[in-house]
């Protein structure tokens, strides 16, 4: 697998709600890839438009398939830890030099912002515990590198 270890979960600490989604924050204040905010635009000018995303579709089997490739677990199934970590990764493969990791990248990023319309949508009946709000982690990442 390409998953390394990381340490963000340090500056995450023990409360994963409020630390991590400052984490997001962080990671946002980076090197953000173009493709991660044109990806974050389009979530943010549907979102602004229509209040929420009217779209409720739901991720492919291949689609699910390059998240499994990766040991990426859907968004409904994802901690804002977890999320936050991906967000870490997908940043650093876009940015590399090996063509089909930083397509991988590019396509991950699309299929969580597809996830997160879905349950945008949906009003987030889908969660089913209160600890997997990873979602919260990829929204507060789109908000801040969006450019409205």
Avoid: C
């Avoid at 409720?56 to 830890?81: C, G, H, M, V, W």
């Avoid at 299929?111 to 600890?131: D, G, H, M, Q, W």
């Amino acid at each position: 697998m390409l998953i390394e270890s990381t340490n963000l979960s340090s500056l995450a600490g023990n409360d994963d709600r409020f630390s991590s989604l400052s984490t997001s924050a962080m990671l946002a204040k980076g090197e953000v890839p173009e493709s991660h905010r044109r990806i974050a635009d389009s979530y943010i000018v549907i979102k602004k438009i229509y209040g929420t995303p009217v779209v409720q579709t739901r991720i492919s089997n291949a689609e699910k398939t390059l998240l499994a490739k990766y040991d990426f677990s859907p968004l409904e199934f994802s901690t804002i830890k977890q999320i936050n970590e991906e967000l870490a990764f997908l940043k650093r493969w876009s940015m590399s030099l090996e063509k089909n990791l930083k397509n991988d990248s590019d396509t991950l990023l699309q299929i969580r912002a597809k996830e997160l319309k879905f349950l945008a949508a949906s009003r987030y009946v889908n969660l089913t515990s209160e600890i997997y709000q990873g979602y919260k982690a990829i929204e507060r990442y789109f908000e801040e590198i969006s450019k409205y």
